[in-house]
């Protein structure tokens, strides 16, 4: 497989259940993004790694939690989510290390969640 | 506080038209400048980014941006469009100084026959 996949696509949970999203990249990249995409309403940063170490939490609730085993995996787990956390959650990955803001980010599909 | 603008939220052109979408932010200084497109069902893809140098930008699929410093804009255009360009497009922001990425609202594009 090429660029960046996600895995489920769907996803219907309760808000008592636990789940997983998982995100894979296969560039080689050292940095990784957690996006929220809500209708109406500007795509939101999560979470940033950087050479799997967390650079960037953007006041995320904690019943979102990242996780990043190596730089080509990234999962976000989720529990006791609210309704309102309905949405198109993206991952992107780039390839710079360090200060990379002007890294093209490479967006996989997303995964469709919602919160019962 | 930054902000990213796409006063259009959804634009109808017809089949080889001209297209301009439009983008300001809310910076002080200059940032790195970024246009993705979002086809139905799928990751976003970028189209150009913009980070010094020559103003006007050149990208992928034919779209071209310009740099407009004194109207904070960078706004994307196509000289004729084609009815695979119908999709949603946002312009994003990040700031040289710290690791944030800003996206506006994006602008969803109808393309006629």
């Known amino acids: 497989e090429t660029g960046v996949t996600q895995t489920p696509r769907h996803l219907v949970m309760g808000m008592t259940n636990k789940k997983s999203l998982k995100c894979e990249q296969h560039?080689?990249?050292?940095?990784m993004y957690w996006y929220k995409q809500s209708a109406k309403k500007p795509l939101e940063l999560m979470f940033v790694?950087?050479?799997?170490?967390?650079?960037e939490n953007n006041s995320v609730p904690s019943r979102f939690s990242p996780e990043c085993p190596n730089s080509s995996h990234l999962f976000l787990h989720l529990h006791t989510l609210q309704p309102e956390d309905s949405a198109l959650y993206l991952c992107?990955?780039?390839?710079?290390?360090?200060?990379?803001?002007?890294?093209?980010?490479?967006f996989g599909p997303g995964t469709r969640l919602t919160v019962l | 506080a930054q902000s990213v603008t796409q006063p259009d939220i959804h634009i109808t052109v017809s089949e080889g038209a001209s297209l301009e979408l439009r983008c300001n932010y809310s910076?002080?200084?200059?940032?790195?400048l970024f246009w993705y497109v979002q086809s139905p069902g799928q990751g976003l893809q970028l189209l150009l980014k913009?980070?010094?140098?020559?103003?006007l930008v050149q990208g992928i699929k034919g779209f071209e941006a310009e740099f407009k410093r004194s109207q904070s804009s960078f706004n994307l255009r196509k000289p004729s469009v084609h009815w695979s360009d119908a999709a949603e497009y946002f312009c994003?922001?990040?700031?040289?100084?710290?690791?944030?990425?800003?996206f506006g609202t994006g602008t969803s594009l109808t393309v006629i026959p």
């Open positions: 790694y950087s050479l799997e170490e967390r650079v």
């Open positions: 994003a922001v990040a700031i040289r100084s710290g690791n944030q990425f800003y």
């Open positions: 910076y002080g200084a200059t940032p790195y």
């Open positions: 560039l080689g990249h050292n940095a």
């Open positions: 913009y980070f010094s140098g020559d103003t």
């Open positions: 992107a990955s780039s390839q710079g290390q360090g200060l990379y803001q002007s890294d093209t980010q490479y």
